[in-house]
């Protein structure tokens, strides 16, 4: 069937390219990216220039964003991607950069119908059917093993392509539903009781928050720590590998 999105995504690939040598820079300088075959990194790039023409990746509160910080965003956000297409963000039109931490404002409506108002300040959120935010300056910090806020709210995202985000993003034909849910229960019920002993944990505790940020917090360290999360939860190693149809721990090195 001709496609009138594939055909101007072919034609653009076409015509459009990167500068090589901030494309060069900006692979050797994360190691996120490090193990990745020249295809692979050809295919990564052509997401990547589709992803700054279909998303507008603006800054808000005055920040500006040149080309450089735009491209670090986007090539984060293409990763988990990779192997599954830039159609899984098709629910991604804009995503919106604060200088720094920003201060959200929720509400939300309790059992008793109550609705309360948060205000918190964050360095990520992802809106069901709207923008990604990000704090720059937490894109840019060095961050502990395993955690990567880009990624983090991505994956929100995905979770969300079937609803509101619950950890169950849609899986791929073969893969098993209950299967998923036994292996990132137990993962969870293990995170929590860690987080509950309160000691020094591999895994950001973040993740016993609930369902949804265990999801965004283990897509996180699959991609930036992979020996963590093997080390700790291979099921859910598992499990992510075949929905991301990547293997970080086996181009990482384990
Ligand atoms: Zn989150």
Redo the contacts with the bound molecule.
């Keep these: 069937m001709w496609s009138f999105r594939a055909w101007r995504r072919r034609r653009l690939l076409e015509r459009a390219a990167l500068p090589q040598a901030q494309w060069q820079e900006l692979v050797a300088s994360l190691g996120l990216l490090r193990g990745l075959s020249a295809e692979e990194l050809r295919d990564l790039q052509q997401l990547v220039l589709l992803f700054l023409v279909e998303k507008s990746v603006v800054g808000v509160q005055g920040l500006v964003l040149s080309d450089a910080m735009r491209l670090r965003i986007a090539v984060q956000a293409c990763l988990p991607v990779l192997a599954l297409g830039l159609d899984w963000y098709r629910d991604v039109r804009s995503v919106l950069v604060y200088p720094g931490g920003f201060v959200a404002r929720h509400e939300y409506q309790d059992e008793d119908g109550v609705v309360h108002v948060e205000r918190a300040a964050l360095s990520?959120e992802?809106w069901e059917q709207g923008p990604v935010i990000l704090s720059w300056e937490d894109v840019e910090a060095e961050a502990p093993a395993g955690v990567n806020l880009v990624i983090?709210?991505f994956a929100?995202k995905l979770d969300m392509l079937n609803g509101a985000a619950n950890g169950l993003p849609p899986l791929h034909a073969g893969m098993s539903v209950q299967q998923w849910a036994v292996d990132f229960a137990a993962a969870y019920a293990g995170l929590a009781t860690e987080a509950e002993l309160g000691g020094a944990m591999a895994l950001d505790a973040?993740a016993a928050q609930d369902p949804?940020?265990c999801f965004?917090?283990l897509s996180e360290a699959f991609f930036a720590a992979p020996d963590l999360l093997q080390g700790s939860y291979p099921e859910v190693y598992g499990q992510l590998r075949l929905f991301y149809r990547q293997d970080p721990l086996l181009r990482l090195g384990g």
């Design positions: 990520g992802a983090h709210e929100h973040y949804a940020e965004a917090v």
